[in-house]
């Protein structure tokens, strides 16, 4: 299968070697006895997970191959590295531990090449715009130019990085929004840059990007795919969903129902305990979202930085008596639209 053109010998390396693991575990699992239970659903996984893996690398390769159309290309790669995402997520609860981290570092290594493949846009633009400064002994057409390219540049980083309609850049709000009468609803929701806010979603949606946030307290509806939180500070999170990923959280609670074991990398000070949250039809809600049933696992953190065999220092559990009891926010209204 051939690999996507990612820059770096350290990112080909990575993608060699992880295509050398699933050859390796589809060479594996092709050969129990088709009585053992692993067999089958581990065999399916890297089939798909292969088919999605060469997808997301066609579609960053289309990135650099068609520039003209920068935009289209990078969020279509955006939405291929979500799709493979989701597909970890969904299996990740039948998984063995040693092929669940491989497909989640690869995920990462292909979102890392997006992210790289979003930045090198803006030095080709700039690179434009230099060579149209370079002429302003030219009649007029250079002033009326440089206004252009500044408003393209921040369409490409929140669209492709950070995708799905949310709340970002607000200060002091009260957020609120019922995810079940939005148009929107079941899609994907992005919380960025946000300072001081409390944060209510009522509902489920597909997947949840968390990046940037400082003395937040978060209470989120059922996620039927993954969550990924990066950055955050002194703040407290409750939420469900199948698979979470936390990086660079310092002083942060979360309070959690998660099919699949938490991830963390290069936090400090984090605490878990059980999920804590109420409102009117989170049952259903959770059962549509394959949440119903507690599995326990918001006690069974994994710190991806930590590989020695003690408990890691960086996460604990929140003693008993800090914990918060159930928050019921049926009665809080939507206050605030997203953008």
Known sequence: MELPDLDGTKAAAGNRKHLAMLE?????????????????????FLSRFAAAKAAAGSALSAC?????????????????VDDLERLVAEASHSLPPYELRSALAAVSDLRAAHKLAASEVRPKK???????????????????????????????????????????????????????????????FTLADLVSCEVYL??????????????????????????????????????????????????TDFYLRVRSRPIIEDCSGVRFAP?????????????????????????????????????????????EEERLPIVDISEVQEQEDCK
Not at 149 to 177: C, M, W, Y
């Open 24 to 44: 390796r575990l589809s060479k594996r699992t092709a050969a129990p006895s088709a009585g053992s239970p692993e067999a089958s659903p581990v065999a399916a």
């Open 64 to 80: 650099r191959s068609s520039p003209d159309d920068a935009a289209a290309s990078l969020a279509a790669a955006s939405s291929a």
């Open 126 to 188: 700039s690179f434009s715009f230099r060579n149209k400064s370079k002429t302003p002994k030219s009649p007029l057409p250079d002033p009326p130019a440089l206004p252009q390219p500044p408003p393209e540049q921040p369409k490409l980083d929140p669209d492709a990085i950070l995708p799905g309609f949310g709340f970002r850049s607000r200060n002091g709000a009260t957020l609120v929004k019922d995810l079940r009468a939005a148009n929107e609803k079941d899609g994907d």
């Open 202 to 251: 009522k509902g489920k949606c597909r997947a949840l990007y968390i990046h940037k946030l400082r003395d937040c307290r978060v209470f989120i509806g059922p996620v039927f795919g993954s969550v990924l939180i990066e950055d955050v500070e002194r703040c407290t999170f409750v939420m469900a969903a199948h698979q979470i990923r936390i990086h660079e959280a310092r002083e």
């Open 275 to 319: 999920h804590a949250l109420k409102y009117e039809g989170i049952e259903e809600d959770l059962r549509d979202s394959g949440l119903a049933e507690d599995t326990g696992n918001w006690a069974n953190v994994d710190d991806f930085k930590w590989l020695r065999a003690v408990q890691s220092p960086n996460w604990c559990l929140v003693p």
